[in-house]
């Protein structure tokens, strides 16, 4: 069993490290990434570069913050790179849901982006203020939410191809529906797992209770 939970973490730090390496090639080598993203990064760059590039960093720290094992041994490097991971959130954030407002797909895709994007800047803000009240559960709670969209960076490429092959769908269709299957699961496993091991405990529902009635 530890063998198959060993695999299943490199598999899934490489295709972190994988998809960060891609947004970082994008903003920096001409041929890499399609036509229609390389249009769109010439209309909006400041936007996209934000974006991709804080997305990468968001993605690839975050694998590491949430390995337990990584921040018993030195929780003053874990703070240093949360700090730079809700930096780096926020930027890509905020630069999403402006890029969101003009993506492909029309209003459901804008939509679709946009409540992601907000979604993203919301949890991640709510991590850092329960973090700053010392509140270990509640802020590990939202982490753990705010990075199962964060990895949506993952399941969009990952959907992006396949997609159009398995539903015989055109690539528009596909991204419409992507613009929404691409992290609305993740966030529901994310909320599975927290259920299973049962970290959603009292103290981490009263937070959410009093944020949502806020």
């Not at 509140?135 to 939202?142: D, G, K, Q, T």
Request: include cysteine; glycine fraction near 8%.
């Amino acid at each position: 069993m530890e063998v198959f939970k060993k695999c299943g973490y490199g598999i899934f730090y490489a295709l972190a490290l994988g998809v960060s390496i891609y947004a970082i090639l994008f903003v920096t080598v001409d041929w890499v990434g399609s036509e229609y993203l390389k249009e769109k990064f010439s209309l909006t760059p400041l936007a996209m570069y934000l974006h991709m590039v804080g997305g990468s960093i968001a993605l690839t720290i975050g694998a590491f913050q949430l390995n337990s094992r990584m921040r018993a041994k030195s929780i003053k490097l874990h703070r240093t790179l949360g700090k730079v991971y809700v930096t780096a959130v926020l930027l890509s954030g905020s630069a999403g849901l402006y890029l969101a407002t003009n993506s492909m797909g029309g209003i459901v895709a804008h939509f679709g982006f946009g409540t992601m994007a907000f979604l993203w800047l919301f949890t991640v803000s709510i991590a850092f203020v329960q973090i700053k009240k010392g509140n270990v559960n509640a802020h590990r709670y939202w982490m753990i939410i705010n990075y199962s969209l964060t990895c949506s960076a993952i399941t969009l490429r990952l959907y992006l191809p396949s997609f159009p092959w398995l539903f015989n769908v055109d690539f528009i269709t596909s991204y419409i529906a992507i613009s929404w299957v691409a992290w609305v699961p993740n966030v529901l496993v994310a909320q599975l797992y927290l259920l299973k091991t049962k970290r959603v405990s009292y103290s981490v529902q009263r937070t959410i209770d009093n944020t949502l009635s806020t």
